[in-house]
């Protein structure tokens, strides 16, 4: 079983940035894929960013291309996702998630933990 456990969410104005962090209770953190996915109320939760095991690949939703990046620190067993020129639109909770399954996944259902999410408000 893997937990995992965000921070660094919070309240920022149009255009500032926020660095989320995510640590994973495992001592095989290299084994997973990792990824960041957001949820607004009365929507499904959608995907934002993914790193391979390596943290050599990474990939990116469109809307948040050039503006987020996902990074990882196996030895800390850590993955991050620094976001910058935030937007309204990027107000969700935030949630960290971690896949079994080789290569980088798009779905909700091929992530098999998740973390209980970090609220990112964007005011404008």
């Known amino acids: 079983q893997v937990q995992l456990v965000e921070s660094g969410g919070g309240l920022v104005e149009v255009g500032g940035s926020l660095r989320l962090s995510c640590a994973a209770s495992?001592?095989?953190?290299?084994?997973?894929?990792m990824g960041w996915f957001r949820q607004v109320p009365g929507k499904e939760r959608e995907f934002v960013a993914a790193?391979?095991?390596?943290?050599?690949?990474?990939y990116y939703a469109d809307s948040v291309k050039g503006r987020f990046t996902i990074s990882r620190d196996n030895a800390a067993n850590t993955v991050y996702l620094q976001m910058n020129s935030l937007k309204p639109e990027d107000t969700a909770v935030y949630y960290c998630?971690?896949?079994?399954?080789?290569?980088?996944?798009?779905?909700?259902?091929?992530?098999?933990?998740w973390g209980q999410g970090t609220q990112v408000t964007v005011s404008s």
């Open positions: 495992t001592r095989t953190f290299s084994m997973y894929g």
């Open positions: 790193i391979s095991r390596s943290g050599v690949v990474t």
């Open positions: 998630a971690g896949s079994a399954l080789l290569g980088l996944r798009l779905s909700v259902k091929d992530w098999n933990y």
